[in-house]
Every structure is written in C-alpha cells, then in structure tokens.
C-alpha cells in the first residue's frame, strides 16, 4: 500500500512497521530557548542520499508547558545549492497516521530536482508515528484488519458487526492509550509544526501538505499566519468545522462514484486484451463501458454470501474486501491493472485471487491508534446507532459502489473522551500565499469538497483544477500544467491571477 493510499480519512490505514507501546515522556523543565536538534544520517533506499533525522521535545499539553513530554521524529534534507536556497519547506503528509520522515523519503529525490535547490526540505513525524514516540490500543489483529477497522457494513447493510467492534475499539483503547493518544488532535500537530520551526530557527515555512495535511497545513495557516510563506494545499476537503473527519469519510460515497468511469472506461478498451499475464487471456472486463458497474456490484453481492478463498491462508475474498480494493486503486490509475486482475480471477472458478498486501495482512498497532485517536479526539460523532444505520441504509442505496462504510458505525460514536478544544474555523484573514491544487475526479478528497476549502479561504487562495483522477496532484499524476503551476509559485512565488484549469 503506497504512501498514496494512505492519505484521508480511515484512507489511511496501512501495514508496514511494528507496533510499539510507550508511555509518555518523563516530564522535563521547560526552557525559552529553542531546543537543540541532533541530527544523524538516515537515508532510506530510494530517497535522498542526505536525509537526516532528529528528535524533537515538545509539551504533552500545550496548556501544562512545565509538565510530561513527548519526543518526535523529524528529518531534513539540506538545500545541494547553498547559493540559490531562500527558505525552508516542510512536508506535511496525508492521513491521520501519515509518516512525514517517509514521506520525504519517498518525495524527496524529486523535490530536489524540481525545485533546484531553493529550500531546504524538511519533515515531522506526527505524534505516535514513524520516528515519534509511540502508543497503542492494544487492538487484536481482526480488529485491526483493514475490512474491519473500516466500518463496512454486513450482507444486506447490517451494521451489528460495526457496532460490536467500534464498541470493543473505543473500550481498548480508553483502557490502554494513555495521555499520548489522548494528545492526537489535529491541533497538537499543528502545534508541534511551530515548534518545529521555532527549533529550526526559521522565521517562517513554505510547505506542501497532501490530502490530511492540507487540513493540517490550513489550520496552521490560520493559527500562525505571520509564520507561513509559500502555501500548497495539494489535494483538498471540506474543512467544515462541525464535521471535520466526519465529514470526510462521508464525501468518499459520491467521490469515488464520480471516480469510477475512468475505471470502466479503462477496462472496458480494447487494448485491455493484450494487458495482464502471458497467457490469462487480457484484462478486458466488458465489451462497454457501462456494463463494469453493474458486474462489479453483482460480483461483491455475490461474494457477501459465498467468499472466495484467496492465497492468503485464512483470507478470503468477501464481497467488502473486494469493495476496498476497488477504492484504494482509484487512487491512480496505475493501480487498474491489479484490481482488474483481482476482479477476473474472483470470477473465475479455476482461480485463486491474491489479496493487495494492505488486505493481506493487519494494520500496524501504532497506525490504528493514531488514525482513530486524531479523528475521535478532533470533533464529537453522532452517538445514535439508529441513526448511523438509517444514515448507512440511505447511502447504500444511493452510491452502492462503497456499501455504507463512508457513513458506518465508527469507534468515535463510543469515544470516552471529549474533544478537548473546537476545531479551528478556517478563514479568509491573512496573508494571499495559498495556492490549492486538485485532481477534478479524486476518489479521497473529492473535488466538491476543495471547492469548500477555497471558499474558505478566499482571497487568500488560488486554485489550480487539473482535469484528472486519482489521489495527489504535485509531482504525482504526471499532469505538465498542473506540477508547472505549483513549482513556479514554489520558485518564484508567483501563482495565477484567478483560479485555472489544467486539461488532462
């Protein structure tokens, strides 16, 4: 599961390190001065040859700055042009959950030659996370299943399932996450992001936030303007502070809706014949693009009641894990191919489907927590299951591609704890450095809802409209107009005169 896929709302859960359980740091004497930041080489394969990471100390509770300390990674890569350097541009990855270290390392290489070295590039690691002190809820594995930390409903829309684990969710991780996940807000991170630059000794940060972040990236616009200088919100929702996550799994039913005649086209061409293995007759799905939804829909119907074994020993293929497949590859269309192949081999009796890895196995202890800690602890969810199950009937009915999940019985309904602040309203007062950049037809953070956000913004913004799928824009969808809009404004600090559209 790439970084990508990660990105949003309960987008971004994934499987690849191993959970640790930490408490809270012991508490430390305050200090006006800014902290030192060591520094030690921590190159990854594939990313930039000079990465280096640091720990950084900062307040278990902003309000108690005297009080217990939590520790988070951080990572830089120096500007390799001194001479044409002019600030410093921070990362900040999707989730909740995202790893800004690895996100780095992963975006790094190509930041550098696209921006030629005008920054220096840096990252944090949110609270629980990668290089960060860690916490955990203390989840089983099948709790921790992608199908199921996702409240996808049952056969038939049942949500009994959902209620009993997000129940059982809640209960663990009241019981076991301590005042560190107590501490994943979304308003902490951006915290923690001034303390960055204050430890870094900058008077103000660029930054590219995608998906997740860009929610980030705008609160902390909105708390420290004075501090921002060049802005990218790549990849948008709506901000609305009343909803915030909620809001956003909702938006993901009519998105990937919207989403998913690039797929039927796709593999309804021609061309498909001669796609997918040596002798296993082609990727073809349907002779017209029209008939892909309706096969796809009575293939998941059918595997809701008659799972298929896959060739991951005690996996099956059910008709939800076929529907979470389908959403994590339209994210990018070079995902196509696999889950094309996944939907030919579950109809084929003599097949056995493979699994993406991401459903193959379990979420990592560490990344559950924080995705459901951020989104419980950030704003207060409905609490009626009635109401949550009628709410899941109607979107069943309305966008059957994603079956009721986007608006499922999430672990926040049985939150033990109360949202310590209200999330930040965003807002045109500041200075006119933002430029929002957005795919027309994201499957994640759907285009409607970005329309939210530069409404939000107003003057403050400019936003660049590519007509494309997918999850990401900036030096990801290999959109020419789109990635030139944003390095200028990155380079020059010019940005469009009004908001444009970048055709596909």
Not at 181 to 196: G, Q
Not at 362 to 372: I, L
Request: proline content about 9%; overall charge positive; charged content about 25%.
């Amino acid at each position: 599961m790439t970084q990508r896929a990660r990105s949003g709302l309960l987008l971004a859960l994934s499987a690849s390190a191993v959970a640790v359980t930490l408490s809270a740091a012991p508490a430390q004497a305050a200090d006006s001065s800014p902290p030192t930041l060591r520094w030690r080489p921590c190159a990854q394969e594939g990313g930039p040859e000079r990465q280096e990471c640091a720990e950084l100390s900062v307040p278990l509770d902003y309000r108690d700055p005297d009080g217990p300390r939590t520790r988070l990674g951080v990572s830089r890569v120096l500007s390799d042009r001194p001479e044409a350097r002019r600030g410093t541009l921070i990362v900040i990855p999707g989730g909740p959950g995202g790893s800004g270290t690895q996100r780095l390392a992963q975006k790094g290489k190509a930041l550098q030659k696209e921006l030629e070295g005008v920054y220096d590039l840096v990252a944090l690691d949110p609270r629980g996370i990668g290089g960060s002190e860690r916490t955990g809820c203390g989840l089983s594995d099948e709790d921790r299943d992608l199908v199921n930390l996702r409240p996808w409903p049952g056969p038939g829309g049942d949500v009994s399932d959902s209620v009993r684990r997000a129940r059982r969710i809640a209960d663990a991780c009241a019981r076991n996450g301590g005042p560190l996940l107590r501490s994943m807000s979304t308003a902490n991170e951006v915290r923690d992001i001034e303390s960055f630059r204050q430890a870094l000794g900058e008077e103000k940060l660029s930054a590219h936030g995608t998906s997740y972040g860009t929610y980030v990236a705008a609160q902390y616009a909105q708390k420290y303007p004075d501090r921002t200088d060049r802005w990218v919100l790549d990849s948008n929702d709506d901000p609305d502070p009343r909803r915030v996550a909620r809001g956003w799994s909702a938006n993901m039913a009519p998105a990937l809706e919207q989403r998913f005649p690039d797929f039927a086209r796709w593999a309804a061409d021609p061309a498909r014949e001669q796609d997918g293995p040596e002798g296993k007759g082609g990727l073809r799905l349907a002779r017209e693009p029209g008939d892909v939804r309706p096969m796809v829909l009575a293939l998941a119907e059918r595997l809701d009641h008659h799972p298929k074994p896959t060739t991951t020993p005690g996996k099956a293929l059910t008709g939800n894990r076929l529907r979470q497949a389908l959403q994590m590859a339209l994210y990018s269309d070079r995902a196509f191919t696999d889950v094309a192949q996944l939907i030919k081999d579950a109809r084929d009796p003599r097949a056995t489907p493979a699994l993406p890895s991401a459903l193959a196995g379990s979420v990592p202890e560490h990344e559950a927590a924080v995705t459901v800690a951020t989104v419980c602890n950030d704003v207060r969810w409905p609490r009626s299951i009635p109401a949550t199950a009628r709410a899941v009937a109607a979107d069943r009915a309305r966008y059957p591609l994603t079956g009721g999940m986007p608006v499922g019985v999430f672990p926040c309904a049985f939150w033990k704890w109360t949202p310590a602040e209200e999330p930040t309203r965003i807002t045109s007062d500041g200075p006119s450095n933002i430029l929002m950049v957005q795919n027309l037809r994201d499957p994640a953070t759907p285009y409607f809802g970005a329309l939210k956000m530069r409404e939000a913004l107003g003057q403050r913004a400019r936003l660049v409209s590519v007509d494309a799928g997918g999850h990401g824009v900036y030096l990801s969808g290999g959109n020419a107009c789109g990635d030139r809009k944003v390095t200028d404004f990155l380079r020059t600090g010019k940005r469009p005169g009004k908001d444009v559209v970048c055709a596909g």
